[in-house]
């Protein structure tokens, strides 16, 4: 062994053993649980480094994500344009029109979730269990407001009044429905564009 090996492996030998000492607790020896050891850091770490692996989105999903986060973002500008076109005109075809287009992109936003969140795998399920009951209650909202709109349409009058009022509802549910999308998203380390 030449002399410049013998002095690299010594460097890299010391500067790996420093951080060693830390986790032992130093040249004490401190013992995991004692006040000298840094068991609880660590282990808090290791846990929250197995939760992201878990949760962590595969590369179908990631790529999935960004079409879906989409059709979430039409749905809601679709509902905004819903309320300044009732707000503008109580004609019954307009609106009926408007609202034919906002419900296909309801339903295109809320049966793409659905598929994203039924490709979860077993630990994804578990990890982001919380964020998913978000979601879906976003999701009831939505489809709660979207009928309330049919039935007002179903009408024969149309009262654009009550259709803006409704829709902005919509719109608002589908804002909640966007942000719960986007943090489940951000958990499992989708980097999403702003929308």
């Not at 079409?67 to 309320?83: I, P």
Request: aromatic share 4%.
């Amino acid at each position: 062994m030449n002399r410049w090996t013998a002095v690299a492996m010594g460097a890299v030998l010391l500067l790996c053993s420093c951080p060693l000492l830390g986790q032992h607790g130093g040249h004490g020896g401190g013992r995991r649980g004692t006040p000298g050891g840094t068991a609880g850091t660590s282990d808090s770490s290791l846990q929250d480094f197995n939760h992201s692996l878990a949760i962590q989105a595969t590369p179908e999903q990631t790529s999935q994500f960004p079409a879906l986060a989409k059709s979430t973002e039409t749905a809601r500008k679709q509902a905004q344009e819903l309320v300044q076109l009732a707000a503008r005109t109580s004609n019954s075809t307009s609106l009926s029109r408007e609202t034919t287009a906002l419900k296909d992109a309801v339903e295109d936003a809320q049966s793409g979730n659905q598929y994203f969140v039924k490709s979860f795998s077993k630990s994804q399920k578990s990890g982001l269990k919380e964020l998913t009951k978000k979601l879906e209650k976003a999701d009831s909202a939505v489809t709660k407001q979207m009928k309330t709109l049919d039935q007002q349409l179903g009408h024969s009058e149309g009262d654009s009044e009550a259709i803006a009022s409704t829709a902005d509802k919509l719109e608002k549910a589908l804002s909640e429905f966007e942000e719960q999308q986007l943090s489940l998203g951000k958990e499992m380390g989708i980097q999403t564009p702003a929308i």
